[in-house]
């Protein structure tokens, strides 16, 4: 915690630091709408093996059938899995873009459902190891994406200076918990975490179920733990909702295959599509796109 804590202080820090470049918002062109809107979903939970990634992948799915340009960025550099869970072995991951032997854009591959995938790296050490100037143009890079309407990234589970890097720059951060005491304790930890050290961010939190045996124990939990958020953080936390635990998630994962499409009119897969449209409908926050995710990271004088 001790250690954590001051990775975070680093971060409030440098984003309070006004020495980073500002972006100009990108001019409308031809109707296309400007390159810095793409709404970030970060996707991250307190403990390991919650669903983090099938809850990525599957709601990057949901949205490209709505018609949005979707991408996935695996940003785990550790244990790498969303081009497992695809059955990909793209040629270049992150790895490459920090070593500086490609760009963003360059290692982003396409699927064959409709979403482009940015491949973690796998048996790297994290970001968090990097020093602040290769961090910074890092994240940079990741300006090369903003030409999609929604990046989702997943991320590795609890509490690194490199998830909290990413949580601070969405513009929803989607936490997992599955209804174990484990993951709700760990879940709660890391929103304590955000909530002591990022209230000037001001993003959305969102909570999801996920494994429930059904609605009412998913909003058992998860009003427990919005109660707590609000009473003891005060930190508003909203319930996106639940996904059931059903077979045909690991079956697909065998598959290598999203649920979605393996079983579209599965339990799991309506209640991703539910948790997607309640996403649509509750874009309370602007988008803030890369511009913001920038400035939120760096700071930017002219922010209120
Ligand atoms: N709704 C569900 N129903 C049944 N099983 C599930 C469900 N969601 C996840 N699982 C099981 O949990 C496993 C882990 O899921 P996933 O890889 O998405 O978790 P994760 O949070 O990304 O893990 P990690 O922290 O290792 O990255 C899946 O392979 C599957 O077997
Ligand atoms: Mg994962």
């Known amino acids: 915690m001790e250690d954590q804590a001051e990775k975070l202080r680093e971060i409030m820090k440098r984003k309070n630091d006004n020495t980073a470049p500002v972006k100009a918002p990108a001019p409308?062109?031809?109707?296309i709408k400007p390159a810095d809107k793409a709404r970030i979903i970060t996707v991250t939970s307190g403990k390991g093996g919650v669903g983090k990634t099938n809850l990525s992948v599957n709601m990057a799915l949901a949205f490209a059938r709505l018609g949005k340009k979707v991408i996935v960025m695996d940003a785990d550099l550790g244990l790498a899995?969303?081009?497992v869970m695809l059955n990909m072995i793209p040629k270049y991951n992150l790895y490459h873009v920090i070593k500086k032997q490609k760009t963003i854009r360059e290692i982003l591959v396409e699927t064959e459902y409709g979403i482009s995938i940015?491949?973690?790296?796998?048996?790297f050490s994290q970001i968090a190891n990097m020093g602040?100037?290769?961090r910074r143009d890092f994240i940079m890079e990741l300006e090369g994406l903003s030409n999609a309407d929604i990046i989702i990234i997943d991320t590795s589970a609890g509490v690194s200076s490199n998830v909290l890097d990413f949580i601070a720059a969405a513009d929803d951060a989607v936490i997992?918990?599955?209804?174990?005491?484990?993951a709700i304790t760990d879940a709660y930890g890391i929103i304590k975490i955000i909530a002591t050290?990022?209230?000037s961010l001001n993003m959305g939190l969102k909570l999801v179920v996920n494994r429930a045996k059904g609605a009412a124990q998913a909003k058992g939990v998860a009003d427990r733990m919005i109660n707590i958020a609000g009473q003891f953080l005060n930190l508003k936390v909203d319930y996106l909702g639940f996904i059931?635990?059903?077979a045909a998630v690991p079956h697909a994962v065998l598959r290598q295959k999203p649920f979605m499409v393996v079983d579209p009119k599965g339990k799991a897969s309506i209640c991703v599509q539910h948790i997607v449209d309640r996403m649509g409908r509750n874009k309370t926050i602007a988008t803030r796109g890369f511009g913001g995710m920038l400035r939120r990271l760096f700071g930017e004088p002219n922010t209120a």
């Open 28 to 31: 409308v062109k031809n109707g």
């Open 132 to 134: 602040e100037e290769d």
């Open 118 to 123: 940015v491949a973690g790296a796998s048996g």
């Open 176 to 182: 997992i918990t599955t209804p174990e005491p484990t």
């Open 81 to 83: 899995n969303v081009n």
């Open 244 to 246: 059931y635990d059903d």
């Open 197 to 199: 050290e990022y209230d």
